[in-house]
């Protein structure tokens, strides 16, 4: 597999991205279903992503905040991932030995709290709308493990949208069947094999700083303001 880069940065992916989904919400039309889409990004990296998105779409762009739980001497490791507003998801769902409760609920809290101050710093430039009977179009800049992006497919669930799509420009192959399984429609346009991680797929990936994710949220939410 050429290790040559996919796309030029993470907005150029977003729009090939919505190519795509566009054509899976016409194709849903001529099934029936025409419900409203609405654009939620994964911050930091999955919202310049997501903004071309939103706004070929002519859709609303919010949020849904996941942070990885990990242990404290293994960052990079994620044993599970939880949101905001508290949904949980365990990498290993085997019930915790005693010896491990208190460190995992310890894991656990800390990722929720830098989930809710997150969230906290971004909710005012998101609008206050409810998914319930729309599209939920899931967004990322890449998936590895999957884990935040099945616990923010939960979060949506909870709110009883009509469907849950999952969008990414780059996943693993071997994700698949599980993606397909978390969401109603999955569309991830490049499946390379080696993955090994998301950024070695563009030219350009910076890390999204805070301020760089709130002017986008800024900007297509409150122009006026920006």
């Not at 995992?104 to 998101?126: D, G, H, V």
């Amino acid at each position: 597999m050429s290790s040559i880069p996919l796309f030029s940065d993470r907005i150029n992916a977003g729009e090939q991205l919505a190519q795509f989904i566009l054509r899976e919400l016409a194709q849903l039309k001529t099934e029936g279903v025409s419900a409203q889409p609405i654009v939620y990004a994964l911050p930091r990296g999955g919202i310049p992503v997501a903004v071309p998105i939103a706004r070929i779409l002519g859709c609303p762009l919010d949020i849904v905040v996941a942070k990885k739980i990990t242990k404290p001497q293994n960052p990079e490791l994620a044993i599970g991932a939880v949101t905001a507003d508290g949904h949980v998801l365990w990498a290993d769902p085997k019930p915790f030995r005693k010896s491990q409760q208190s460190l995992r609920e310890t894991a656990l809290l800390e990722a929720q709290e830098k989930a809710q101050a997150q969230l906290a710093k971004f909710s005012p430039s998101c609008p206050q709308i409810s998914p319930e009977g729309a599209i939920a179009i899931l967004v990322d800049d890449g998936i590895a493990t999957g884990m935040t992006m099945a616990v923010a497919v939960q979060a949506l669930k909870a709110q009883n949208p009509a469907q849950v799509w999952i969008s990414a420009p780059v996943a693993p192959a071997e994700l698949m069947t599980s993606l397909q399984e978390w969401g109603d429609r999955v569309i991830v346009l490049e499946m390379p094999h080696p993955f090994l991680s998301v950024s070695r797929f563009y030219v350009e990936f910076p890390q999204v700083e805070t301020s760089e994710a709130l002017a986008y949220l800024q900007q297509y939410n409150n122009p006026q303001l920006s």
